[in-house]
Nanobody, 124 residues
Framework: QVQLVESGGGLVQAGGSLRVSCAAS????????MGWFRQTPGKEREFVAF????????HYADSVKGRFTISRDNAKNMVYLQMNNLKPEDTALYYC?????????????????WGQGTQVTVSS
C-alpha cells in the first residue's frame, strides 16, 4: 500500500516556475514507478511525466518537454516536478501516481495509487 500527498501548488505568472512535490508513505516506495498527471474541469486526466524505480527511465508529454523535469529521492520517499516557463494552459490540478510496472506509463488507468492533487494556476 502506498499513500501519496502532493504539495507545492499555487498561483504563478506566465513564464514563472513552480515545483510540486509528492510525499509517499510505505516501505516499498522505491519499487514503484511514479507519474505526474494533470486535469482540468470537464477533461480527462492528462499524462505529464513519468520516472521509473531508479530514475533511469524518464518520459514527458510533448506539451511539457523541455520545460518540466521529474525527479525522485527514494531515501526521502519523494517525487518532484519542477515546472519552468509556465504557460496559462498548464493550469490544472496536478496528481502524482504510483504503479508497479513500466508499461503504458502514459495511461492513467494503469496506475495503482493516486494522491488528492495540488492546484497549479498560471496567470497570463
Amino acid at each position: 500500500q502506498v499513500q501519496l500527498v502532493e504539495s507545492g501548488g499555487g498561483l504563478v505568472q506566465a513564464g514563472g516556475s513552480l515545483r510540486v512535490s509528492c510525499a509517499a508513505s510505505g516501505r516499498t516506495f522505491s519499487s514503484y514507478a511514479m507519474g505526474w498527471f494533470r486535469q482540468t474541469p470537464g477533461k480527462e486526466r492528462e499524462f505529464v511525466a513519468f520516472i521509473s524505480w531508479s530514475g533511469g527511465s524518464i518520459h514527458y508529454a510533448d506539451s511539457v518537454k523541455g520545460r518540466f523535469t521529474i525527479s525522485r529521492d527514494n531515501a526521502k520517499n519523494m517525487v518532484y516536478l519542477q515546472m519552468n516557463n509556465l504557460k496559462p494552459e498548464d493550469t490544472a490540478l496536478y496528481y502524482c501516481a504510483a504503479k508497479g510496472s513500466l508499461y503504458a506509463f502514459d495511461l492513467a488507468s494503469t496506475y495503482d495509487y493516486w494522491g488528492q492533487g495540488t492546484q497549479v494556476t498560471v496567470s497570463s
